[in-house]
């Protein structure tokens, strides 16, 4: 597996969900992680992301709501998405910088 997410589904506005990207270990170690997410007829937008240390940034519309994490035991990046909102609607993607190839979104649909 080089990154696949998960976790994504239907949820009223307001409500929470938690996105999980495993990575393969080439990928994960020593690397800027971030969450992706493109809305139909929209470009590709970083979300949020995490560095090997442990410092994140946040995008503007998500900031207070979205909690970026990282296990470097398990190549594992999370996303805590709370307070979501109808523009949260999209697929999900995780990647690193330098990017690699683009594995499996996981689509998230939040209903008003």
């Known amino acids: 597996v080089q990154l696949q997410a998960s976790g994504g589904g239907l949820v009223q506005a307001g409500g929470s969900l938690r996105l999980s990207c495993a990575a393969s270990?080439?990928?994960?170690?020593?690397?800027?992680m971030g969450w992706y997410r493109q809305a139909p007829g929209k470009q590709r937008e970083l979300v949020a992301g995490?560095?090997?240390?442990?410092?994140?940034n946040y995008a503007d519309s998500v900031k207070g709501r979205f909690t970026i994490s990282r296990d470097n035991e398990k190549n594992t990046v999370y996303l805590q998405m709370n307070s979501l909102k109808p523009e949260d609607t999209a697929v999900y993607y995780c990647?690193?910088?330098?990017?690699?190839?683009w594995g499996q979104g996981t689509q998230v649909t939040v209903s008003s």
């Open positions: 995490i560095r090997s240390s442990g410092l994140t």
């Open positions: 990647n690193k910088l330098p990017m690699t190839p």
């Open positions: 270990t080439n990928i994960f170690n020593n690397n800027f």
